[in-house]
């Protein structure tokens, strides 16, 4: 049986927490024994968690028993980590205990140098955050989880209990890790990664130059637009266009137009019955195969897959 630690910091997120501390602890084995013992410890007796207080089980001390780390995330994951803490994180990585991390609690792991080499995710939104924390880490944005072996991380929320499951089966077993999806009532592999849930190009803030020309591409995105048409919309020229989008944006305006194209799309499969090739047509895209192509690339599932996964009841 492992030892499962789940560090409950100041300010951790319940569900964040909760995620692993319910997983684990119905993880059954033939013969109905438990898979893991599962300890939530602390800095403190008590924590805060947003509106309730959550008591700890142990001390830092905890982690010296352990043969996996959970860290939750924190509401504000950009404040410092306690020091002890830390180096409590340090020394369980020294000794080869594995180290697991969900939504922004990676943050934490990041402070503590043991995403440095590594590949590594958290939520969509920080991200680039985390980039800039772990600057020796190799961030990926769309990644539900990343497993570098002894560190492992993942996305938000949700995304949490992908990697729960993916290591139940790393320890047990597809049957095992199966069962424990089933008590979970959700898939034991998701399709896709969390790219199928970011709002892809809205326009910026109303300082930035571009204001007014992601204004116009946003109302035109579904005519077949030439980059000189969006130069003269913008009232610049093409050149300036293209040095202004790389500068405020980090794509083309082509590339973005694409962008705007696919979120419409994803509204569109989302909220009404109309088929893919009616969709391509009334996003702008030239045919439905290219929709499905770019789709594709950007969100990382299909657009039927998508509209499975996200249609919205009606009625």
């Known amino acids: 049986m492992f030892t499962v630690v789940v560090l409950a910091l100041q300010e951790t997120i319940p569900f964040d927490l909760a995620t692993p501390i319910e997983v684990f602890s119905r993880v059954r084995l033939p013969g109905d024994r438990p898979g893991y013992r599962v300890v939530v410890a602390g800095s403190a007796p008590v924590v805060a968690a947003g509106p309730i207080r959550i008591g700890t089980d142990d001390g830092l001390e905890a982690l010296d028993r352990a043969d996996l780390i959970v860290v939750p995330g924190r509401t504000a994951p950009e404040e410092p980590t306690e020091p002890e803490v830390l180096a409590a994180l340090r020394r369980a990585a020294g000794r080869g205990t594995r180290i697991a991390s969900i939504c922004v609690g990676a943050f934490s792991l990041a402070e503590a140098g043991l995403l440095d080499g590594l590949p590594a995710t958290t939520h969509w939104q920080a991200t680039a955050a985390l980039a800039r924390l772990a600057p020796a880490a190799r961030v990926d944005p769309d990644a539900l989880f990343v497993d570098a072996g002894q560190v492992l991380t993942s996305a938000g929320a949700s995304a949490g209990l992908d990697l729960c499951l993916h290591l139940v089966q790393r320890d047990y077993g597809v049957a095992v890790a199966a069962e424990a999806a089933r008590m979970a009532v959700t898939p034991l592999h998701r399709t896709g990664g969390q790219g199928q849930f970011i709002l892809r190009n809205r326009p910026t803030a109303p300082t930035a130059t571009l204001e007014r020309v992601l204004g116009w ?17 913008a009232g610049v020229s093409a050149r300036t266009l293209n040095r202004r989008f790389a500068e405020e944006t980090g794509m083309s305006p082509v590339r973005w137009l694409v962008g705007v194209r696919v979120r419409h799309a994803q509204e569109l499969l989302e909220t009404s019955d109309a088929t893919v090739d009616r969709i391509a047509a009334q996003v702008g895209f030239p045919s439905p195969s290219n929709l499905r192509a770019k789709f594709t690339e950007i969100v990382g599932v299909t657009p039927g897959a998508y509209r499975r996964a996200f249609r919205r009841a009606t009625g």
């Open 217 to 233: 591409l946003e109302e035109h995105a579904h005519r077949q637009l030439t980059l000189a048409e969006i130069a003269a919309a």
